[in-house]
């Protein structure tokens, strides 16, 4: 069964009552006063548009939500979940930017101006078509439609799709913004990740803005919401609420409270929570009983770390989790807002996050080490805490995968397949509490919603322009029940920094570039192994050669670029992060360093000068007194 229901029906559904209408009666008395039946009766009001809630978690892994295996608490987003639908087979980018544009437009990345992100690409790719690495001005936003259709259009957190005037989100059709230009930042104050950003590129309505004292990322990000909704209540237009979290992006950062939560937890390492997490996955019915794991060959050997790492690793680990329940404490506080003022059931809830686990490890090298070191507080104690650098880094990321293979940047399901829920509390269009397995992708999320909402969409041509087509399916089928996805056998294409995939049917074929791959090309049956576990390649000869065709189609179609020899993401990053900070660090230090050395010098330039001085004064002295 494509679609499976975890409950025994909606509550909605289980409370409905049908109510009998005298019909009699009521026809006399509308005759005695003179009136025809239909003149008797008032015309039903118009059904009002539903708000939108978008939740966009960032890096989250496949099983990083309780109803989706995770071990740590989110019971606010697991509620959205039973109240709607779990899509696990659902795939967004391997990085952050290119989902964020194909979310926000609901067109492929290299044909929204993803094609990589200013981080990643290579200097061959810059300026090239598609590679514009911010939202190019060929799309239009899914705030610019519902805005166009009466809505009230706002969005607070990580943007990350471009910081001049022109691109920001009051720029693309947000009514109210409070974001962040940046790919991450720190979650306890106004601090960009040191080392990539000069600044913590913070926004409101276009103008620098400064976050309070009491910052705290998540929470700010949903009170700036509740705030915006607010303010504009009296309007009685709908809203669309784009919340974008900066959880789990590193640094890895959580209150006291929510750390201590997970004390106990974690001791046993990385590979026994991969462990768990697969087991519990399928009992939920997320993937197919018995699905295999493959081990990763970066995922280090828990065994083999001394008793410091260990501590370090089992904290880091801890400060993530209390990191997410954070995070879905704020997510129960927006919507338990959302009952009071009895908006909740009748707003459609989308959760999601923009990529797979971050399996980055900055602390890798020397270098890394000793800046980092010279910047935070390291200290195993201070971890996740205010004043602290962490990461999970790819043994965690392995388990927050589960039971997936591959991790954010790759082409893998670990890095491509990430939790989707959709929820629409009052209204029975969506199965509550069911799970579909079917094919789904981040760019079928705008027309599902303007099919859901009502509004029209802009088939290619806006206000007299032509624009990129949405190339997204609706899921409404898919929501309702359909058994066999909104994609059917059609190939769906991605690529992004090298690591390449196509979707067809059931079946997905992916090449991935050092060091996540050896860059050959693998063919998979993703339904029935999701762990990637079987090469179906030499099986099925004649099914490799036809999506291989396909893939080639795709590319060819969507301006994708080879990669230079060499490539790799994670040294494009370095790269990235010392050309924008490490070169002006370098010349600052250099500066300092050569003030300090002409500082010395003329000093003792100085005490010699004074020393020979005195010398040739005594000697003259002893002259004078012979």
Same mark, same amino acid.
């Given at each position: 069964?494509?679609?499976?229901?975890?409950?025994?029906?909606?509550?909605?559904?289980?409370?409905?009552?049908?109510?009998?209408?005298?019909?009699?009666?009521?026809?006399?008395?509308?005759?005695?006063?003179?009136?025809?039946?239909?003149?008797?009766?008032?015309?039903?009001?118009?059904?009002?548009?539903?708000?939108?809630?978008?939740?966009?978690?960032?890096?989250?892994?496949?099983?990083?939500?309780?109803?989706?295996?995770?071990?740590?608490?989110?019971?606010?987003?697991?509620?959205?979940?039973?109240?709607?639908?779990?899509?696990?087979?659902?795939?967004?980018?391997?990085?952050?930017?290119?989902?964020?544009?194909?979310?926000?437009?609901?067109?492929?990345?290299?044909?929204?101006?993803?094609?990589?992100?200013?981080?990643?690409?290579?200097?061959?790719?810059?300026?090239?078509?598609?590679?514009?690495?911010?939202?190019?001005?060929?799309?239009?936003?899914?705030?610019?439609?519902?805005?166009?259709?009466?809505?009230?259009?706002?969005?607070?957190?990580?943007?990350?799709?471009?910081?001049? *005037?022109?691109?920001?989100? =009051?720029? +693309?059709?947000? %009514?109210?913004?409070?974001?962040? !230009?940046? &790919? @991450?930042?720190?979650?306890?104050?106004?601090?960009?990740?040191?080392?990539?950003?000069?600044?913590?590129?913070?926004?409101?309505?276009?103008?620098?803005?400064?976050?309070?004292?009491?910052?705290?990322?998540?929470?700010?990000?949903?009170?700036?919401?509740?705030?915006?909704?607010?303010?504009?209540?009296?309007?009685?237009?709908?809203?669309?609420?784009?919340?974008?979290?900066?959880?789990?992006?590193?640094?890895?950062?959580?209150?006291?409270?929510?750390?201590?939560?997970?004390?106990?937890?974690?001791?046993?390492?990385?590979?026994?929570?991969?462990?768990?997490?697969?087991?519990?996955?399928?009992?939920?019915?997320?993937?197919?009983?018995?699905?295999?794991?493959?081990?990763?060959?970066?995922?280090?050997?828990? *065994?083999?770390?001394?008793? =410091?790492? +260990?501590?370090? %690793?089992?904290?880091?680990?801890? !400060?993530? &989790? @209390?990191?997410?329940?954070?995070?879905?404490?704020?997510?129960?506080?927006?919507?338990?807002?959302?009952?009071?003022?009895?908006?909740?059931?009748?707003?459609?809830?989308?959760?999601?996050?923009?990529?797979?686990?971050?399996?980055?490890?900055?602390?890798?090298?020397?270098?890394?080490?000793?800046?980092?070191?010279?910047?935070?507080?390291?200290?195993?104690?201070?971890?996740?805490?205010?004043?602290?650098f962490a990461a999970i880094g790819p043994g965690w990321a392995s388990a927050a995968a589960s039971p997936l293979s591959g991790y954010?940047?790759?082409?893998?399901?670990?890095?491509?397949?990430?939790?989707?829920?959709?929820?629409?509390?009052?209204?029975?269009?969506?199965?509550?509490?069911?799970?579909?397995?079917?094919?789904?992708?981040?760019?079928?999320?705008?027309?599902?919603?303007?099919?859901?909402?009502?509004?029209?969409?802009?088939? @290619?041509?806006?206000?007299?322009?032509?624009?990129?087509?949405?190339?997204?399916?609706?899921?409404?089928?898919?929501?309702?029940?359909?058994?066999?996805?909104?994609?059917?056998?059609?190939?769906?294409?991605?690529?992004?920094?090298?690591?390449?995939?196509?979707?067809?049917?059931?079946?997905?074929?992916?090449?991935?570039?050092?060091?996540?791959?050896?860059?050959?090309?693998?063919?998979?049956?993703?339904?029935?192994?999701?762990?990637?576990?079987?090469?179906?390649?030499?099986?099925?000869?004649?099914?490799?050669?036809?999506?291989?065709?396909?893939?080639?189609?795709?590319?060819?179609?969507?301006?994708?670029?080879?990669?230079?020899?060499?490539?790799?993401?994670?040294?494009?990053?370095?790269?990235?992060?010392?050309?924008?900070?490490?070169?002006?660090?370098?010349?600052?230090?250099?500066?300092?360093?050569?003030?300090?050395?002409?500082?010395?010098?003329?000093?003792?330039?100085?005490?010699?000068?004074?020393?020979?001085?005195?010398?040739?004064?005594?000697?003259?002295?002893?002259?004078?007194?012979?």
């Amino acid at each position: 069964m494509a679609v499976r229901s975890t409950t025994g029906g909606s509550p909605a559904a289980a409370g409905r009552v049908e109510r009998a209408v005298i019909t009699i009666p009521f026809f006399a008395f509308a005759l005695l006063l003179g009136a025809t039946p239909a003149q008797a009766q008032r015309p039903a009001p118009a059904p009002r548009h539903p708000n939108i809630v978008i939740l966009l978690a960032d890096d989250w892994g496949f099983s990083d939500v309780g109803s989706f295996g995770a071990e740590f608490a989110t019971p606010n987003i697991d509620a959205l979940a039973y109240a709607g639908m779990r899509f696990s087979n659902f795939h967004v980018a391997g990085s952050c930017s290119p989902t964020r544009a194909m979310l926000q437009t609901g067109v492929m990345n290299h044909r929204n101006g993803l094609g990589n992100m200013p981080e990643t690409i290579p200097d061959q790719h810059r300026g090239k078509p598609g590679y514009d690495t911010v939202m190019n001005h060929r799309v239009v936003t899914i705030a610019e439609l519902f805005g166009a259709a009466g809505y009230n259009a706002y969005l607070t957190g990580k943007w990350h799709l471009g910081s001049d *005037k022109t691109r920001l989100p =009051e720029a +693309r059709g947000y %009514a109210r913004a409070f974001s962040l !230009a940046d &790919a @991450g930042a720190d979650n306890f104050e106004q601090r960009p990740i040191e080392g990539m950003y000069d600044t913590a590129a913070w926004t409101e309505n276009g103008k620098p803005a400064t976050l309070p004292r009491d910052y705290y990322s998540s929470h700010f990000v949903v009170q700036r919401m509740i705030d915006y909704i607010e303010a504009d209540r009296t309007s009685g237009k709908p809203f669309l609420a784009s919340i974008n979290f900066l959880a789990n992006h590193i640094p890895v950062q959580a209150p006291d409270s929510d750390i201590a939560r997970y004390a106990a937890m974690y001791k046993d390492g990385w590979t026994a929570l991969r462990d768990a997490r697969a087991k519990r996955a399928a009992v939920l019915g997320i993937v197919p009983a018995g699905t295999a794991l493959v081990t990763m060959p970066t995922t280090p050997d828990w *065994k083999k770390l001394d008793a =410091e790492e +260990r501590a370090a %690793a089992v904290r880091v680990m801890q !400060a993530y &989790a @209390g990191m997410a329940t954070a995070m879905d404490r704020e997510v129960g506080r927006l919507v338990a807002h959302l009952k009071a003022s009895g908006d909740y059931d009748n707003t459609i809830f989308v959760f999601l996050s923009d990529n797979g686990a971050e399996p980055t490890d900055p602390f890798h090298s020397l270098r890394n080490r000793l800046f980092l070191g010279m910047q935070y507080d390291l200290a195993t104690a201070n971890i996740g805490r205010r004043g602290s650098f962490a990461a999970i880094g790819p043994g965690w990321a392995s388990a927050a995968a589960s039971p997936l293979s591959g991790y954010k940047f790759s082409a893998a399901e670990g890095g491509l397949r990430v939790p989707l829920i959709i929820a629409w509390p009052g209204n029975g269009k969506i199965r509550a509490g069911a799970i579909n397995d079917g094919l789904a992708h981040v760019t079928d999320i705008l027309p599902t919603l303007t099919e859901l909402a009502g509004v029209s969409g802009h088939g @290619g041509d806006w206000l007299g322009k032509t624009v990129e087509p949405v190339t997204g399916r609706s899921l409404v089928p898919m929501l309702a029940g359909a058994a066999r996805s909104v994609h059917g056998d059609a190939p769906l294409g991605y690529e992004l920094s090298g690591n390449s995939a196509l979707f067809r049917g059931d079946y997905k074929l992916v090449r991935n570039l050092a060091p996540t791959g050896d860059g050959r090309w693998r063919l998979y049956d993703i339904k029935a192994d999701p762990g990637e576990t079987r090469d179906l390649t030499a099986a099925m000869p004649d099914r490799f050669a036809a999506m291989m065709a396909d893939y080639r189609a795709y590319a060819t179609a969507n301006g994708v670029l080879d990669m230079p020899a060499g490539y790799t993401a994670d040294e494009q990053i370095n790269r990235y992060a010392f050309e924008q900070q490490g070169r002006k660090r370098l010349i600052r230090l250099a500066l300092w360093v050569g003030g300090v050395v002409l500082l010395l010098s003329a000093l003792f330039w100085g005490i010699h000068r004074r020393r020979r001085a005195r010398r040739i004064d005594q000697a003259n002295a002893d002259m004078v007194g012979a």
